[in-house]
């Protein structure tokens, strides 16, 4: 759905509200040319209890974070960030959207170094479902392992959230799409499972859960830690520095995604080959299921995770 098709109207830029169509950036923005910005994805979920985001605070880490590598001097709060985004969902009526926040350097020259440049900040939302559609949701999608290899940490730091790199996510995916695949997994540089464009992997054997190492150049999920603690307070057992190599795709039990905005996707098939039975495996649904229930504030125990709107 296009951004005209949605009934949303103000974004906040650099503390200040402003309507959709004016929220302008120059054309010599350096983060435009260089890719030199950093972001985040969250969403707010329409809770029982009324409409909350979702794990803000490890959202605003990630972010502030990121900004350090990046050497962006954020010229906000936490407060200002979390109550503008607040005042976006209260005042546009969004029972459940997903968040943007995005730290960019600004209009001053376009040496590649930014420092004379200013560090902008603004925060969008707008109502997103399931990312990679509702029916993957229960039926799982088809992927393909990337003939693109995701950048070692060495190269780019990849516990960093910042906007060039999705260059290499950009690349997997639509190679993907253009050979009839929803998605793609990416290798990293030695040929190991890392991750998919925007999304962590999830494997089960013999009722284990198995999740690639942050050593292997992957991004910290907040979804993968989300489903890693509930997996384990199911009482499963969770393998969170897994090295897993290509081959084991193929043979898994059960293959899943897990992000922001992909939530709990099966997998259904990798290189054309049926992952288990072809469909969502029962500890997937299992797992699903109780995100689900906890994100629909339907699972008590762990109400920190959630900050009302
Ligand atoms: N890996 C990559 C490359 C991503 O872009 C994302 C989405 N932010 C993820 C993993 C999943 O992270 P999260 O669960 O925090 O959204």
Avoid at 30 to 55: I, K, M, N, W
Wanted: proline letters at 4%.
């Amino acid at each position: 759905m296009s951004f005209e098709e949605m009934d949303v109207d103000t974004i906040w830029m650099d503390g200040e509200f402003v309507d959709w169509d004016d929220a302008q950036a120059h054309i010599l923005t350096h983060s435009l040319h260089y890719g030199t910005g950093v972001f985040e994805g969250a969403r707010c979920y329409d809770t029982a209890d009324g409409p909350a985001l979702f794990r803000w605070d490890e959202h605003l880490d990630r972010l502030f974070d990121s900004a350090k590598v990046l050497d962006h001097d954020i010229d906000h709060t936490r407060e200002e960030i979390t109550e503008a985004t607040l005042t976006l969902i209260r005042e546009q009526d969004l029972a459940s959207c997903y968040i943007r926040p995005l730290v960019y350097y600004g209009y001053n020259n376009l040496g590649v170094s930014p420092e004379e440049c200013p560090s902008r900040t603004m925060v969008a939302c707008w109502p997103w479902g399931a990312y990679l559609g509702e029916d993957a949701i229960e039926n799982g999608v088809d992927v393909m392992v990337s003939s693109w290899r995701k950048h070692a940490s060495s190269m780019i730091p990849t516990n960093v959230k910042a906007t060039g790199p999705y260059l290499n996510s950009m690349l997997a995916g639509e190679e993907a799409r253009r050979n009839g695949y929803v998605e793609a997994i990416v290798l990293n540089k030695e040929g190991k499972v890392a991750e998919g464009p925007g999304e962590n992997v999830f494997m089960v054997n013999d009722g284990e859960i198995f999740t690639t190492g942050l050593s292997e150049s992957i991004l910290d999920g907040i979804t993968r830690d989300t489903v890693i603690e509930l997996a384990r307070d199911l009482g499963y057992t969770v393998h969170d520095e897994a090295s897993i190599g290509r081959g084991e795709l193929y043979t898994a039990d059960e293959l899943f995604f897990t992000g922001t905005a992909a939530e709990v996707t099966p997998i259904r098939s990798v290189d054309d080959t049926e992952i288990g039975n072809g469909s969502r495996g029962p500890i997937t649904e299992e797992l699903q299921q109780q995100f689900f229930d906890l994100v629909e504030g339907q699972l008590g125990g762990y109400d920190g995770w959630f900050l009302p709107v």
